[in-house]
């Protein structure tokens, strides 16, 4: 039997438990479960991190943004600004 649940559950209690109530034939070991949790996060902060970027590119006007009816949208560079962009990355890069 589990212990009773008086104290609140640490961080990540429920994200683990949602994963095998998902799973419930899955079975790993303390580093397993770190390891997909891990990995979990740094998707989840490396998509935030890629959309702010994205956004930030479309709204200087270095990529263009294509709506798709069938998927998500696509990103490419637009022609235009290419010379702006160039020089935008060597001065970023120092």
Do not use: C
């Not at 438990?17 to 990995?39: M, Q």
């Not at 994205?54 to 990529?63: K, T």
Request: hydrophobic content about 35%.
């Amino acid at each position: 039997m589990g212990q009773p649940h008086t104290e609140a559950p640490p961080t990540g209690t429920t994200d683990i438990l949602r994963y095998f109530l998902r799973h419930p034939e899955a079975a790993d070991s303390l580093y397993g479960v770190a390891r997909w949790r891990l990995l979990e996060e740094a998707v989840q902060r490396s998509v935030e991190t890629t959309e702010r970027a994205l956004r930030w590119l479309v709204d200087h006007g270095f990529l263009l943004e294509r709506p798709s009816h069938v998927a998500e949208p696509t990103f490419q560079l637009n022609p235009e600004k290419s010379a702006e962009a160039e020089r935008f990355l060597r001065s970023a890069d120092g």
